[in-house]
């Protein structure tokens, strides 16, 4: 995902509409554009919810512009669906996505 400018995150924020769970990764972009993993474990989001809202918390040096998740689909059955991404900054601010790409669409 890209936003429309680099901020200070605090947190990822992951709305998971359809088969939740399957998260397991965070990457971001430092200014010079190299990738950074900035969480990785068991998805926030339990399997048996039927959607749910994942808050990663991240802890990097540096404002981000652009992040990457990752997903394990076949561990969780079902079509995973994720329909909005956020950098939260603060408790009352949160940036939303202005563009986003996927390595596989339903589509």
């Known amino acids: 995902m890209e936003y ?18 399957a998260v397991t990764k965070v990457s971001v972009f430092d200014p010079d554009g190299k990738e950074i993993e900035a969480w990785s474990g068991v998805d926030p989001t339990p399997r048996t919810n039927g959607k749910g809202i994942s808050v990663i918390p991240i802890k990097v ?30 408790a009352a601010k949160t ?13």
């Open 4 to 21: 429309a400018e680099a901020v200070q995150a605090k947190a990822i924020i992951i709305h998971e509409t359809y088969n939740p769970g």
């Open 61 to 90: 040096k540096f404002k981000i512009r652009r992040i990457k998740i990752f997903i394990d689909s076949p561990s969780v059955p079902g079509w995973n669906e994720i329909d909005a991404v956020g950098i939260r900054v603060s």
């Open 95 to 107: 940036h939303w996505a202005v563009a986003a790409r996927a390595s596989s669409t339903f589509a």
